[in-house]
Structures are given as C-alpha cells and as structure tokens.
C-alpha cells in the first residue's frame, strides 16, 4: 500500500529529477556502510530536492535518514542521500520510492538505471540487476568491499583495522535476538 504524503503535483518533478540512482558513492552518516545503505538522486533544482527529502523521510518508515547536499554539486542541481538497511528487502523498497515517484517525474520503472559506488556504468535498475552489483547484507559488503581492501592494507605492511569484536555479553544478546555472533565473519 502506499502512502499519500502531499507535497508534490503531477509532473513537478518531470524534468527536475534525473532517472539514476547512485549506491553506496556516498558514506553512511548515521551507522556502519556495512550495515547502511546510502541512495543518490540529483535534482536540477533545489525546491524540488528539498521537497523530495521531506516526502522520502514522511512517507516512508524504513528510511533511515534522508538529506540534501550542502551545496550545490553542479550549476543548480543537488544530491538528495536517503539511508536504508543493507538489507535484502532493499530491493522492493527502492522500487516503493521509484514507483510512488512515478506520478511527480513522469518516470517509469523502465526509465531509471544505477551504478554502485564510484563507477561509472550504469545498469538497468531491475531486481537481478540490483543482486547482481550491490551487496545486500552486512555479510556480503564485507566480503566484495572490506575484505579486498583488507587485503591490499596486508600486502602494503599496513595496519589493518580488525572488525568488531564481540565480548560475552554482546554474544548473549546476539543469542537472545536469534543472531549467531559466528555469522558475523
């Protein structure tokens, strides 16, 4: 179901929005990039972002955090970063906000693309697409991200930052949440 939140008109975003998704080129600013997943829009207009921030954070409960740049990141156009849980309902939740835009930006599902991270390919935006390029666990991020540059820090002689380390009463409350603390590696 989803949900009405005024705000936007038909088209006001037609135009404004561009159909691109960016994910994970910018750090998380309220967890671990492990665990938190950060979406870029760019808006050719600063209103317009301004709105599409309030519409994201009011209707919608799984978004962690939505915001604008603090400035503008090319002539008059702005990045709008919401955050969700690295998590694979992922998925259906960008194509909620996709789809509930539709509307607004005149933009169908077939419209829009992402890349992961810096690169700079584009892929169709489509559920296989999305399991293909981006982790979608804590454990798979740490895998395709971590890990390698762990690796390139051990070959180079430098420090390595180990992960989290769990003592006994962490375990516990991981048992109690029916989290196994060996899953974690």
């Known amino acids: 179901m989803s949900k009405i939140v005024e705000g936007f008109e038909v088209n006001d975003l037609n135009g404004v929005l561009e159909p691109k998704i960016h994910i994970d080129e910018f750090v998380s600013k309220i ?49 709008v970063f919401v955050e969700i849980l690295r998590r694979g309902r992922a998925i259906s939740q960008i194509f909620q906000i996709i789809d509930n835009l539709r ?22 935006l ?10 979608l666990s804590p454990r798979a991020y740490r895998k395709s991200v971590v890990e390698p540059i762990q690796e390139i ?8 930052q180990e992960s989290f380390a769990c003592d006994n009463d962490i375990e516990q409350l991981m048992r109690a949440a029916g989290i196994n603390p060996d899953s974690r590696n």
């Open 126 to 135: 489509t559920a296989e697409n999305l399991k293909k390029y981006v982790p």
């Open 31 to 79: 967890g671990k990039d492990s665990d938190i997943m950060v979406l870029s829009f760019l808006l050719a207009d600063r209103t317009a972002a301004l709105d599409l921030v309030n519409f994201l954070e009011i209707g919608y409960g799984f978004i962690l955090d939505a915001d604008i740049s603090a400035s503008e990141i090319k002539p008059g156009s702005y990045l």
């Open 153 to 160: 820090q051990k070959l180079s002689g430098l420090p390595i």
């Open 103 to 124: 509307a607004s930006s005149g933009l169908n599902r077939k419209d829009w693309h992402f890349s992961y991270i810096n690169n700079k390919q584009y892929h169709e």
